[in-house]
């Protein structure tokens, strides 16, 4: 039987990305929880990534751009969640200091190893 795992966000280091994004995480083995830091005006520039994506956000408001053409745009306030499709095109910006909860189906290998360059810029 698998082993059961207990964790407390208290516990978890919290990991600066960039002067304007920092994050913790919590892996499993086919999915991955992030609290997700951000201060007003971050841009999470425009990518895509195999890994399907729910973003919940729990304080503050991210305004996005979806598709290859950022057509779509989509203001994501507290207490609401935005699902993005695996391979879906989408860009981000911190519209006040904001707290986001995403949720990653596999999890993020570009986070673990940090070669997630496109956040770090």
């Not at 407390?8 to 994050?23: A, F, G, K």
């Not at 598709?67 to 391979?87: K, T």
Request: hydrophobic share 35%.
């Amino acid at each position: 039987m698998p082993n059961v795992t207990f964790y407390s966000w208290d516990q978890i280091p919290r990991e600066t990305v960039s002067p304007l994004l920092d994050r913790k995480l919590i892996t499993g083995d086919r999915m991955m929880l992030a609290h997700v830091y951000l201060k007003k005006g971050c841009i999470v520039p425009k990518h895509h990534h195999e890994n399907e994506q729910l973003t919940y956000i729990l304080e503050g408001a991210l305004r996005f751009w979806i598709g290859e053409d950022e057509s779509q745009e989509v203001i994501v306030r507290a207490g609401e969640v935005l699902h993005i499709p695996s391979s879906v095109p989408h860009k981000a910006e911190a519209l006040e200091d904001t707290l986001d909860v995403d949720i990653f189906d596999p999890p993020r290998q570009d986070w673990l190893n940090k070669t997630d360059s496109y956040l770090r810029k």
